[in-house]
């Protein structure tokens, strides 16, 4: 029992051999199976079978050959004296290193078309208790769950004689439970068809970048990407400054908005909420409406497109400070012109990937709440007509545009549309009638008309003076939920004005 021992089984073998030849220098006994056995074989590293250690051969397809005490037993075993006599009793020998990474169950249920059967036999069992049982004896047995461990490990092994200290064993324990966490959740995910709210919740991701500071440079913040889904529709930076807690943030409210239109569209995006919306025959035009809303909140905004940059386009966006620009892409000649701007963030995202999260979660004191995303894209023209004029076509148009914008903006929302562009939004204030003033007077700084605008509400009307406000204001259209105890008045109000309103029956509050 001098010679120390590691065992090997892996999915992925990249830089393995330099591992293992470091631990042969050090004197260790390799131990491993399957095609991990084969490949430290074909390397020339001498390597001792699991079977051989068992005495037991592998069964059942594979599924069965490091379940067995003298495996378990050597990597359970605490340095202490009544463990070391049993082991000795029972012949079993210590493992004071394991190296095992997993079934490679994430990138196997990627594909589309892979049957159940075959996602079923990419669940592990043998690796996950081979990183339990290690993990958990940490105090002894060093254990790496991840390629990226191998340089902290050949460093320890050279400055610990060929062993490694108990503060680099604990770390690499809390990253196996961490690891076990990730890849349970997404076997429960997978398997989980009815996609219900579980008795039990699970988030998981892997780190995709160390984000310079949160929403205050006093915050410490990270992004995780949740495997197998497709991060803000495989969001890929071509160019700029690094991106920023905030830029993510915004980045996700503009795709989510971009996304509800066919045609071409521009979002202007500040602090999470729309300060303009514009759609039109080509980007260029879409991008003035979107810009004229409210121009001077959009310095410093995220811009979103849901088509390619052109060169002209971007001869345009050159002349503004923007934070981000995210399209689906950018002509070379657009690239090159922007490229200029050294600190400006050029994203592109593929929008047949992109779509809304599932799930939506804020995070409580000892807890957290989870609710469907509202993702609910209602149809206008089957809203109910409850005034005594019908909506006009054009009326139809321009609510059906206020109702897709209003639910992107933070309660109580309310906005001011046409058929093309957003007209003036009042967002996130406690009053309606506050929400339904800073809408008007955005409008009045713009210089953009109010007379026969859309108007959508994100809730219903408490009182009819919100209404009347938006009368005063030019307003002929107006679509909202419904549901208070005064709509017998917002009605009468909406009446005695001439003016059409539609009740939609759903509330789109945004906390």
Same mark, same amino acid.
């Given at each position: 029992?001098?010679r120390k021992r590691a065992l090997i089984?892996?999915?992925?073998?990249?830089?393995?051999?330099?591992?293992?030849?470091?631990?042969?220098?050090?004197?260790?006994?390799?131990?491993?199976?399957?095609?991990?056995?084969?490949?430290?074989?074909?390397?020339?590293?001498?390597?001792?079978?699991?079977?051989?250690?068992?005495?037991?051969?592998?069964?059942?397809?594979?599924?069965?050959?490091?379940?067995?005490?003298?495996?378990?037993?050597?990597?359970?075993?605490?340095? /202490?004296?009544?463990?070391?006599?049993?082991?000795?009793?029972?012949?079993?020998?210590?493992?004071?290193?394991?190296?095992? !990474? +997993?079934?490679?169950?994430?990138?196997?249920?990627?594909?589309?078309?892979?049957?159940?059967?075959?996602?079923?036999?990419?669940?592990?069992?043998?690796?996950?208790?081979?990183?339990?049982?290690?993990?958990?004896?940490?105090?002894?047995?060093?254990?790496?769950?991840?390629? &990226?461990?191998?340089?902290?490990?050949?460093?320890?092994?050279?400055? !610990?004689?060929? &062993?490694?200290?108990?503060?680099?064993?604990?770390?690499?324990?809390?990253?196996?439970?961490?690891?076990?966490?990730?890849?349970?959740?997404?076997?429960? &995910?997978?398997?989980?068809?009815?996609?219900?709210?579980?008795?039990?919740?699970?988030?998981?991701?892997?780190?995709?970048?160390?984000?310079?500071?949160?929403?205050?440079?006093?915050?410490?913040?990270?992004?995780?990407?949740?495997?197998?889904?497709?991060?803000?529709?495989?969001?890929?930076?071509?160019?700029?400054?690094?991106?920023?807690?905030?830029?993510?943030?915004?980045?996700?409210?503009? +795709? !989510?908005?971009?996304?509800?239109?066919?045609?071409?569209?521009?979002?202007?995006?500040?602090?999470?909420?729309?300060?303009?919306?514009?759609?039109?025959? !080509?980007?260029?035009?879409?991008?003035?409406?979107?810009?004229?809303?409210?121009?001077?909140?959009?310095?410093?905004?995220?811009?979103?497109?849901?088509?390619?940059?052109?060169?002209?386009?971007?001869?345009?966006?050159?002349?503004?400070?923007?934070?981000?620009?995210?399209?689906?892409?950018?002509?070379?000649?657009?690239? *090159?012109?922007?490229?200029?701007?050294?600190?400006?963030?050029?994203?592109?995202?593929?929008?047949?990937?992109?779509?809304?999260?599932?799930?939506?979660?804020?995070?409580?004191?000892?807890?957290?709440?989870?609710?469907?995303?509202?993702?609910?894209?209602?149809?206008?023209? $089957?809203?109910?007509?409850?005034?005594?004029?019908?909506?006009?076509?054009?009326?139809?148009?321009?609510?059906?545009?206020?109702?897709?914008?209003? $639910?992107?903006?933070?309660?109580?929302?309310?906005?001011?549309?046409?058929?093309?562009?957003?007209?003036?939004?009042?967002?996130?204030?406690?009053?309606?009638v506050d929400s339904t003033e800073i809408?008007?007077?955005?409008? *009045?700084?713009a210089a953009l008309s109010l007379k026969?605008?859309?108007?959508?509400?994100?809730?219903?009307?408490?009182?009819?003076?919100?209404?009347?406000?938006?009368?005063?204001?030019?307003?002929?259209?107006?679509?909202?939920?419904?549901?208070?105890?005064?709509? /017998?008045?917002?009605?009468?109000?909406?009446?005695?004005?001439?003016?059409?309103?539609?009740?939609?029956?759903?509330?789109?509050?945004?906390?």
């Open positions: 029992m001098s089984s892996l999915s992925d073998k990249q830089n393995i051999e330099e591992v293992a030849r470091a631990l042969i220098r050090f004197d260790y006994e390799i131990i491993s199976s399957g095609g991990t056995f084969r490949f430290l074989q074909d390397c020339g590293i001498p390597v001792t079978p699991v079977d051989e250690v068992t005495g037991f051969p592998e069964i059942l397809d594979g599924r069965v050959k490091t379940l067995h005490p003298h495996i378990h037993g050597g990597i359970l075993a605490r340095r /202490e004296a009544a463990h070391m006599r049993q082991l000795a009793q029972h012949k079993i020998e210590l493992i004071s290193t394991v190296i095992v !990474n +997993l079934y490679p169950f994430e990138k196997a249920t990627a594909r589309e078309d892979i049957s159940l059967p075959e996602a079923v036999e990419q669940i592990d069992i043998g690796g996950p208790t081979l990183l339990r049982a290690a993990a958990k004896n940490f105090h002894w047995v060093t254990v790496l769950s991840d390629p &990226d461990q191998y340089p902290a490990f050949l460093e320890q092994l050279q400055a !610990n004689g060929g &062993d490694t200290d108990e503060a680099f064993r604990k770390q690499c324990a809390v990253r196996v439970f961490q690891t076990l966490a990730r890849y349970n959740a997404s076997i429960a &995910d997978y398997l989980n068809e009815e996609k219900e709210l579980p008795q039990t919740y699970v988030m998981s991701g892997i780190k995709e970048q160390a984000l310079r500071y949160g929403e205050n440079p006093h915050q410490r913040a990270a992004w995780y990407k949740v495997v197998n889904k497709s991060s803000l529709g495989d969001i890929r930076q071509l160019h700029g400054r690094e991106l920023s807690f905030n830029n993510l943030l915004d980045i996700q409210a503009a +795709l !989510n908005i971009v996304a509800e239109f066919e045609s071409a569209a521009c979002v202007i995006i500040k602090h999470n909420n729309p300060c303009g919306i514009g759609t039109a025959e !080509n980007l260029s035009e879409a991008h003035k409406l979107a810009r004229s809303t409210d121009p001077v909140s959009s310095f410093g905004s995220i811009i979103s497109f849901n088509r390619v940059v052109d060169a002209a386009l971007a001869e345009e966006l050159a002349s503004f400070f923007t934070e981000c620009i995210v399209a689906p892409g950018f002509e070379e000649d657009a690239l *090159q012109r922007l490229r200029k701007k050294k600190n400006l963030r050029l994203l592109t995202f593929n929008p047949d990937r992109f779509s809304m999260p599932e799930w939506d979660v804020k995070v409580l004191s000892g807890g957290f709440l989870v609710q469907e995303t509202d993702r609910r894209g209602d149809d206008v023209r $089957r809203a109910r007509v409850v005034t005594k004029r019908t909506p006009t076509e054009e009326e139809w148009q321009a609510l059906d545009f206020a109702w897709k914008t209003v $639910r992107h903006v933070k309660s109580n929302a309310i906005v001011f549309t046409n058929a093309r562009q957003t007209l003036g939004i009042g967002a996130g204030q406690m009053s309606r809408a008007i007077k955005k409008a *009045q700084n026969n605008s859309a108007v959508a509400s994100d809730a219903f009307f408490p009182f009819k003076d919100g209404v009347e406000a938006l009368i005063a204001a030019g307003a002929t259209a107006v679509i909202q939920p419904g549901g208070s105890i005064r709509d /017998e008045e917002v009605i009468e109000a909406a009446d005695k004005a001439g003016i059409t309103m539609v009740f939609s029956g759903s509330r789109h509050f945004k906390h």
